[in-house]
């Protein structure tokens, strides 16, 4: 059973819209959830979570339809959102008093065990915490309790290195029970070389792409010619170019690449950064 799946999700805006989008998320994986800001990352969050009204299209959680079945998974989704949603006098014994009354699945040694892998003091109030401290308080909350699906919107944004390094260890943990999954959106697209195993791009409210990590590094490359050189290529071959004073480069299918042509290595960033503002084939 996947663990997520989205199936032709249609959100409609004055002046924007979510366009008839589809993803899956098999258990016992990671979905790397990229695009620029305003492409429509966090509405697809607020629709997984029922947050806000669909258009058209079906979602399921967990293999529960999230229109009449969210209540029932809710004890397995764990949502850590971009800000803090814990009141500023609250402090982490206070948490864990309220939650434990919420969730019928709350550990609390399990709680206790992720704030002293997190260096969290108990007694301190949340408004005196930095945000990298509310963003492993609400990680720590969204483990501790029987969490089969965890939801990332911009998780470790204004981190420091150290800190998302951390976090990503705590992740990776989290993923070694092949019974759960992690949907990760960020714009820290150098995180996801490490810890995904899957890369779904949005674009203008459109799904560009959803594959498996590896399969796109693998199948896509940097290529760096000569204006003439790249015409020659199918268009099919050319997924974005830019020109420069020393010619042209273009991200290309590797194996429609003739012999004699020299091709990078394409990172994730490298890859979103010209099927967005690149210049397409003609």
């Known amino acids: 059973m996947e663990a997520l799946v989205l199936s032709n999700v249609t959100k409609l805006y004055p002046g924007f819209a979510l366009d008839n989008i589809s993803l899956s998320l098999p258990r016992g994986c990671i979905m790397g959830f990229i695009g620029e800001n305003g492409a429509g990352k966090s509405t697809t969050i607020k629709l997984i979570l029922d947050l806000i009204h669909r258009n058209s299209g079906s979602i399921s959680v967990l293999g529960q339809d999230n229109l009449r ?13 971009d800000e803090s949603c814990f009141p500023d006098n609250l402090n982490a014994v206070n948490i864990n008093f309220i939650l434990r009354n919420i ?35 609400s990680i720590a909350v969204a483990l501790a309790h029987d969490t089969r699906l965890l939801i990332l919107d ?9 800190v998302r390094d951390e976090i990503q260890d705590v992740f990776m943990d989290f993923i070694q029970d092949e019974g759960n999954a992690i949907f990760m959106s960020t714009h ?5 070389e490490r810890v995904s195993d899957y890369i779904t791009l949005i674009h203008q409210g459109r799904i560009v792409f959803s594959q498996g990590k590896d399969e796109l590094l693998e199948n ?19 997924m974005g170019r830019r020109h420069n004073s020393f010619g042209v480069e ?6 429609q690449v003739p012999p004699g042509l020299t091709v990078d290595r394409a990172g994730i960033e490298e890859i979103m950064l010209y099927y967005i503002k690149g210049e397409r084939a003609v």
């Not at 206790?112 to 260096?119: A, D, P, V």
């Not at 896509?220 to 050319?238: M, R, T, W």
């Not at 273009?250 to 194996?255: C, D, T, Y």
């Open 69 to 81: 079945g969210l209540s029932q998974v809710k004890e397995h989704v764990g949502v850590v959102l």
């Open 250 to 255: 273009a991200l290309v299918h590797k194996s």
């Open 220 to 238: 896509y490359g940097i290529l760096k010619c000569s204006p003439g050189e790249l015409q020659a290529l199918n268009p099919k071959a050319i």
């Open 154 to 162: 911009e998780a470790t944004s204004g981190l420091d290195p150290v």
């Open 103 to 137: 969730f019928r699945t709350w550990n609390e040694d399990k709680y206790w065990s992720l704030l002293n892998q997190f260096s969290l003091p108990r007694d301190k109030a949340v408004k005196d915490f930095s945000r990298g401290m509310k963003k492993k308080l």
């Open 188 to 192: 820290i697209v150098s995180d996801l």
